[in-house]
């Protein structure tokens, strides 16, 4: 059993020594999945909810290992995250648009056009410490009628967008991806990764995050290339609390240092969509890929709130 559970890491780098648990196995939590994405740790319901695109569910592993359905039909959602005040902000790729849940269950509308024309499919979503809430907007959710319905781009580009709190403004910050997917701030919020999967449909499109200064809270700036994914490609992300970046892979998770170094990987035998941190401690990685949710302990401290 040790030799099994030592060989779900690959240490590229003798600080990711420091990172992960030898002794931790990686635990299949749920296998009943179409195409699983969008963890969210819920601390004070001790639960994660996270997206079966495909089937149309929300889905809620409680700590006790129970799972249940947390909402059906979900408008084929995809990425979620929670806002500072613990209300869950949700990307539809049926609605083309962006939702939160109100305490008491009702389902408010955040953003579902810009100027006019619809968004194409929000993807991932991410709520910054004032309120704003950053979300991309690829075109994967229209392209078939498997993870949402089928349709024509009304948009010239694939954007990421900032929904402003007060004003319900919404402008574009980037629009210069293929196809952006996962985003998250680093710890001081003074830049925001931003994946792009566009190789997915295009070989011709590189595999990487890019990272952004950012100005006054609202604006993107010196965008560069952050990391780049050798197996597979970038999905969605997290970052721990000393600024490392656990992101999807195709072959695992792989944590870069915030330097760009390959630290290490922890391999899973599904291709991993995303991922968030969780548990009392937010030591506890939940991984969701492809069919699956599983779990690994890590010695390192999820960042995001609340």
């Not at 639960?47 to 695109?53: M, W």
């Not at 490392?244 to 390959?262: E, K």
């Amino acid at each position: 059993m040790p030799n099994a559970r030592a060989g779900i890491y690959e240490i590229h780098d003798p600080r990711f020594r420091h990172l992960i648990v030898p002794s931790s196995a990686l635990e299949e939590l749920y296998s009943d999945c179409r195409w699983a994405e969008g963890p969210v740790w819920f601390a004070d319901l001790e639960c994660v909810i996270f997206s079966d695109i495909p089937n149309q569910r929300l889905l809620r592993y409680a700590s006790g290992g129970d799972v249940s359905i947390f909402r059906a039909p979900s408008n084929f959602a995809n990425g979620n995250t929670r806002d500072r005040e613990g209300r869950l902000i949700t990307c539809e790729h049926g609605g083309r648009r962006v939702t939160r849940t109100e305490l008491d269950g009702r389902i408010t509308v955040l953003a579902e056009s810009f100027e006019g024309k619809r968004l194409n499919s929000p993807n991932d979503v991410v709520v910054r410490s004032d309120g704003s809430i950053w979300f991309t907007d690829p075109s994967y959710g229209i392209m078939s009628d498997y993870e949402g319905y089928k349709a024509k781009p009304e948009l010239a580009t694939r954007n990421v967008f900032r929904l402003d709190p007060l004003s319900g403004d919404l402008t574009i910050v980037a629009d210069d991806f293929g196809q952006p997917n996962g985003l998250a701030f680093s710890p001081c919020e003074k830049f925001l990764y931003i994946a792009d999967s566009a190789s997915s449909h295009d070989e011709a499109w590189p595999r990487h995050i890019r990272v952004f200064d950012v100005m006054d809270g609202c604006r993107l700036t010196n965008g560069r290339v952050f990391a780049t994914i050798d197996k597979g490609l970038p999905d969605g992300f997290r970052l721990d609390t000393e600024g490392n970046v656990w992101t999807s892979a195709g072959d695992g998770v792989h944590c870069f240092a915030p330097d760009g170094t390959l630290l290490g990987k922890i391999l899973v035998p599904q291709t991993i969509a995303n991922l968030t941190f969780g548990g009392p401690r937010r030591n506890r990685l939940f991984i969701t890929a492809t069919r699956s949710l599983y779990s690994v302990y890590v010695c390192a401290t999820g960042a995001q709130h609340p």
